[in-house]
Structures are given as structure tokens and as C-alpha cells.
């Protein structure tokens, strides 16, 4: 399905204070609606009453629930995207991924709503964000990986695919969002998430980074 909302624009050109924090109020409760029911069993009465305004006032933000619910999501990939396009192609790669990993790990702790609404929509096989994915997400994507193949061919880093080092670290970290329950339950210390994360960090660095290693 073409994904023409996502060149529209969301009005937010001279916006005041107050309708930032509108709309700011308007895309948390579509999160907290969207990662509870999904797309199709969420409705903008359900979204407006959680955000406290009426309904005419959310679609003035917001056209519709399918431009409100792509606007949820890019935010989502905007904050992931965030850390990934920090690397520094003259820091020490292995420094570098590192902090990428750390960040994702501390994003996957506070954005657990943002992670699964985001898995959902690709198990059913991205039909709001593939536009987006094949497109704008994939472009910053390759950007990413012909960086990671510099530093392979410099022999800063051990050879491996670029592409599938991130498929790896995001498959490591946003587990710790999308199955935070079953490793909350497992885990001996689930009433101390820090320590679940501590853990979790130490663990991905041995692996990752040591496994990185020229």
C-alpha cells in the first residue's frame, strides 16, 4: 500500500507552546492506545478521551487515525535512528558501537510501548511503514553500514556483515522491550530492573564487543 500520508504534513508550522504540548499529549495517549489494542482495534474516541480533549480538537492535530498512528511510529524510529546516526566515523569503532548498543539497551528500558507497537506493526508485515522503510529508513540504514565496512577494511573491526552486526545488536537490545514480561518473570532479580539491565549490558559488551575485536 502506497504510503502517501507520509508526505503530508502535520500542522505544525508556527506552532504555540500549547499546541506542541497538544499534540505532544495527542501522540502519547495514541501510543499507550495503539501498543494496547493495535491498529485496527484502536479508535480516535479511545485516543482523544485518554489525552483529554474532544475529538475535533485531536483531528485538528491529526487528520486520521492512520496519519496519527504513522506519526507515533516515526517518532519511534526518529528517537532509535538518533543513536545509529551519532557514530563517529573517526571515534574507535569499537568505542563507538558500544555506545550505540548502550543507548539502545537505555532506550529498550524506558520506551517499552514505542518497541512493541513497532514489532507489532512488522509482524503484520509493515503495512503502514513500508513506504517508509523501503525509503527513508533504509537510506539511513545503508549510510550506517557502509561506515561499519570502512572500519572492516581498515581492520579496525572483525569482518562480519554490516548489515546483520545491526539486525544482531537490535535483536539483542529491543528484546529487553518486547519481551520485557517473560524476562521479568525468568529472572531472579525482576524486582530490580536496573540490575536486569546491569546484567544485560555486561553480557551483549562480552559478546558484541569482544567478539568485534581485529
Known amino acids: 500500500m502506497k504510503n502517501n500520508i507520509y508526505n503530508q504534513k502535520i500542522k505544525r508550522n508556527k506552532t504555540t507552546k500549547i499546541q506542541k504540548n497538544n499534540q505532544k499529549r495527542v501522540l502519547d495517549a495514541a501510543l499507550e492506545i495503539f501498543s494496547r489494542h493495535g491498529y485496527k482495534g484502536s479508535t480516535i474516541n479511545q485516543i482523544s478521551k485518554l ?28 528517537t532509535w535512528l538518533e543513536p545509529l546516526e551519532d557514530l563517529n566515523p573517526k571515534g574507535v569503532p569499537l568505542d563507538e ?32 511503514l513500508k513506504e517508509i522503510i523501503q525509503t527513508n529508513l533504509k537510506k539511513r540504514i545503508d549510510k550506517s553500514t557502509k561506515l561499519i565496512d570502512k572500519w572492516i577494511k ?43 539491565f546491569k546484567k544485560a549490558k555486561f553480557t551483549i559488551k562480552q559478546l558484541v564487543i569482544n567478539g568485534l575485536q581485529p
Open 51 to 78: 489525552a483529554g480533549m474532544s475529538k475535533a480538537n485531536l483531528l485538528y492535530y491529526f487528520n486520521n487515525k492512520q496519519i496519527l498512528y504513522l506519526a507515533v511510529l516515526n517518532r519511534t524510529l526518529e
Open 97 to 128: 558501537l558500544w555506545n550505540y548498543i548502550n543507548q539502545k539497551l537505555n532506550v529498550s528500558k524506558i520506551m517499552q510501548n514505542e518497541s512493541r507497537l513497532f514489532a507489532m506493526e512488522i509482524l503484520q508485515g509493515a503495512p503502514i
Open 154 to 196: 581498515a581492520k579496525k573491526i572483525a569482518p562480519v556483515d554490516p548489515l546483520h552486526l545491526l539486525f544482531v545488536i537490535w535483536a539483542m537490545t529491543q528484546t529487553y522491550a518486547d519481551f520485557w514480561t517473560q524476562i521479568e518473570i525468568l529472572s531472579s532479580d525482576r524486582k530490580n530492573p536496573d540490575k536486569i
